[in-house]
């Protein structure tokens, strides 16, 4: 069945880069999807890719798509305390339900 | 513009009562989305809208739980009957037509039932 699979923590200091890695199973998702969920807060949408791109670039967000091996990343450059939030993986297409993961929780320390 | 509102913020209910959940989403969105998150859980998919089209209600996990979606817009999700392990947040979300793999998320209404 459908299933999308997170790193649970992840701890980085301020200034450096953070990777978080998400694997799916769903080999027709349109779409993947990485969302933010601040303390107390509903989910923000970050940035998405779609299925036939490898990388999408927005600031200091990067996506990185391996439809072969259904992994994808989420790189965050010059990480800030402002960052730390647990982000969702998730897949799904047009109007369809999302599949999401666990959550990683990124802890950003001085 | 206005995001998704939902209310309650907070609802705490006793067991065996039931509970009602209230969506409006952005104006103008098409297609509205019911989940819910447990805690330390990813989001599980409930019900979804589409327009005048018979709802998704493949993710609803028991017979206790329906939702209903008024003039296209606004949405009530209802819970009869609740049981402790309803308690969870349940957090609506709408996508726009013009973009519509984008959904956008409300901040949800946590539910407890003791």
């Known amino acids: 069945g459908e299933d999308v699979e997170q790193s649970l923590f992840l701890s980085v200091r301020e200034g450096d880069s953070s990777v978080i890695n998400c694997t799916y199973t769903?080999?027709?998702?349109?779409?993947l999807y990485w969302y933010k969920q601040e303390p107390g807060a509903g989910l923000q949408l970050l940035t998405y890719?779609?299925?036939?791109?490898d990388m999408k670039q927005d600031q200091r967000l990067t996506v990185l798509l391996n439809k072969k091996d259904k992994h994808l990343s989420l790189r965050i450059a010059d990480t800030q305390t402002g960052d730390s939030a647990i982000y969702f993986c998730?897949?799904?297409?047009?109007?369809?339900?999302?599949?999401f993961g666990a959550g990683t929780r990124l802890a950003v320390h001085p | 513009g206005a995001g998704v509102s939902q209310s309650p913020s907070n609802k705490v209910t006793e067991k065996g009562k039931d509970v009602e959940l209230r969506c409006d989403p952005i104006?103008?969105?098409?297609?509205l989305y019911w989940y819910r998150q447990s805690l330390g859980q990813g989001l599980e998919f409930l019900i979804y809208?589409?327009?005048?089209?018979?709802?998704?209600k493949s993710g609803l996990p028991s017979d206790r739980f329906s939702a209903e979606r008024t003039g296209g817009s606004v949405s009530t999700l209802t819970i009869q009957r609740t049981q402790q392990e309803d308690s969870a947040v349940y957090l609506c979300?709408?996508?726009?037509?013009?973009?519509?793999?984008?959904?956008?998320f409300g901040p949800g209404t946590r539910l407890t039932v003791t």
């Open positions: 979300a709408s996508s726009p037509e013009a973009n519509r793999y984008e959904q956008y």
């Open positions: 769903d080999s027709s998702s349109t779409y």
């Open positions: 998730a897949e799904g297409g047009g109007y369809n339900k999302l599949i």
């Open positions: 890719i779609f299925s036939n791109m």
């Open positions: 809208f589409q327009g005048n089209s018979a709802p998704d």
């Open positions: 104006s103008g969105h098409t297609a």
